[in-house]
């Protein structure tokens, strides 16, 4: 807080964002920033400290800049952010990389593997202005996966590995889906389509609501849901088992979706015989998952 602090008794007419040790400094003009650049370089070195050469740059808004993997400018005036164009481009370039290193592998492993990529991008970045960036995502996607497929079968026409891979779903053509087994039962795997991915805008929080205000305890539940229930795809497993736990961690109590990571458990063990069912499945936060499993009564608990 103190740089935020600084700033503003340099000049209150300038703004600040922070993330982390990653910080932009806003203003009207150009020679504010410059003092404000000076006097952030005095306290950085009174503390052994300096800013970065590299990410330090003094820039209008009509050219835009890359904060957080996001990239911000004016258009005629109006303010757009959207996904930067090197994180696009190194996120195309992974999924080509992961879908080299599947080359012997087959269909169903590939959609299991690409679709956590490829949903974790889209929740990312579904907040800003990125429908025509899915878009040439889906695009750079089927043509790896169009290539995979030819090399799988070097003497097929292209009638035929079409047919073979991609189907027609819902009027959709050329969805990468095959069917596949999961414990001896059948199972549809169909890749994660980003270009359908609905775009939805942040919604700040009221004010200076704090998550520590018992007052307020509704109105957070109510953000975390919202957000839990735009994470996964509805009416999917994992979608249909937060739902049943009212998108609450069981041991906790607190809401699943708080910043922690997410761990799908089995309530009856599969060494005991439990089967991957919505009814035997519920999601826990990593550290309350660990807890199921070295504490009995927290396990028992569950059941």
């Not at 040790?21 to 009207?28: G, H, L, P, W």
Request: proline share 4%; charged share 30%; with cysteine.
């Amino acid at each position: 807080m103190a740089r935020e602090q600084l700033i503003k008794t340099t000049n209150p007419k300038l703004g600040i964002v922070r993330y982390a040790d990653d910080f932009i400094v806003t203003a009207r003009d150009k020679c504010c920033l410059e003092k404000a650049k000076t006097r952030i370089q005095q306290w950085l070195s009174e503390r052994g400290l300096e800013l970065s050469t590299e990410k330090t740059v003094i820039t209008p808004l009509s050219d835009g800049f890359d904060f957080l993997g996001f990239n911000h400018r004016h258009y005629k005036g109006k303010l757009l952010i959207k996904p930067s164009k090197k994180k696009v481009l190194d996120f195309c370039k992974r999924i080509g990389k992961e879908i080299e290193a599947m080359k012997g592998c087959q269909q169903e492993e590939v959609i299991r593997k690409l679709n956590p990529i490829l949903r974790g991008f889209a929740n990312y970045y579904k907040g800003g202005v990125s429908k025509k960036t899915f878009s040439y995502i889906s695009h750079r996607v089927w043509l790896y996966l169009w290539r995979w497929a030819k090399r799988r079968h070097p003497n097929k026409s292209k009638r035929w590995i079409k047919q073979r891979y991609f189907k027609t779903i819902k009027g959709k053509d050329w969805v990468f889906t095959c069917l596949g087994e999961n414990r001896g039962k059948e199972k549809s795997y169909t890749l994660y389509s980003i270009a359908s991915t609905p775009i939805e805008r942040h919604i700040k929080v009221k004010g200076e609501a704090s998550p520590d205000d018992p007052s307020l305890k509704e109105y957070w539940k109510k953000r975390h849901q919202k957000y839990g229930k735009s994470y996964w795809e509805k009416n999917s497993r994992n979608y249909k088992i937060a739902q049943n736990q009212n998108w609450v961690c069981p041991i906790c109590g607190e809401p699943l979706f708080n910043g922690e990571e997410i761990e799908t458990h089995h309530i009856t063990p599969e060494a005991k015989g439990g089967r991957d069912d919505i009814e035997n499945l519920t999601h826990l936060h990593r550290a309350c998952h660990k807890q199921v499993h070295t504490s009995k009564s927290k396990f028992e608990s569950l059941k």
